[in-house]
């Protein structure tokens, strides 16, 4: 079940007079146990209305099954993030594995803006105390929504805390599998997020960039 633990609001507020920063208007967090069949779907959020960014974040158990570009979706920066402009109303998408034996963790994140997109991933097996990668956008500065994600994969620990500077969207849920969100307004090209707190096991983590 969802928790949020301070989770806030983006500001929405432009800086310089530039494009208000992009906010997280709603997400869902799906996943499959190991053996599932390679057509995963992931359920989204209720409510996607045209011109919405809909980002996914797929992650997998260790191993070398493959995630494919799900119809209508673009790759992000070579990760297993995808994103695409919602056309409104979707209810799933469905992303395809190229093996079936292995349990996957999927964010489906939805933003009111987002002009440009690109994302880092880090995967350990196993780790303590996740930390998702440093991203340097290729744009540059400007009003930034940088996305700090945290998914378990296989054997994991779930989220006791948040990247101490990620204050905005920090929520964690528990079903299917450990899931871990929070995020940050920068003005600037790179953000580090802080570490996740978490106890030792596999996990993928994403930094995700959104242009205003």
């Known amino acids: 079940m ?51 960014i809909i980002v996914l974040a797929v992650s997998l158990a260790p191993g070398s099954v493959t995630v494919a570009v799900p119809s209508g979706f673009a790759r ?11 056309v409104g109303g979707e209810t799933s998408v469905t992303y395809v594995l190229s093996g079936s034996s292995l349990a996957s963790n999927v964010s489906a994140l939805v933003f009111d803006s987002g ?27 400007a009003n930034n929504l940088f996305m700090a994600l945290y998914h378990k994969t296989g054997i994991g620990s779930g989220v006791s805390n948040y990247p101490s500077n990620c204050p905005l969207y920090r929520s964690i849920d528990t079903t299917p599998d450990d899931e871990g969100v929070a995020g940050a307004e920068s003005l600037l090209a790179t953000f580090d997020p802080a570490t996740f707190t978490t106890g030792s096991g596999n996990y993928n983590t994403f930094t995700i960039g959104l242009r205003g």
Not at 76 to 86: I, L, M, N, P, Y
Not at 118 to 140: I, M
């Open 115 to 141: 002009s440009l997109i690109e994302a880092a991933s880090f995967e350990a097996t196993p780790g303590t105390n996740a930390n998702p990668p440093s991203l340097t956008v290729s744009w540059g500065a």
């Open 2 to 52: 969802y928790q949020t633990l301070g989770m806030l609001v983006g500001s929405g507020a432009g800086g310089g007079g530039a494009a208000a920063f992009p906010t997280l208007v709603s997400h869902s967090h799906d996943g499959s146990p190991g053996g599932a069949g390679v057509n995963r779907t992931c359920a989204l959020p209720g409510g996607i209305v045209a011109g919405q």
């Open 76 to 86: 992000v920066s070579g990760e297993d993030v995808f994103s695409k402009v919602a």
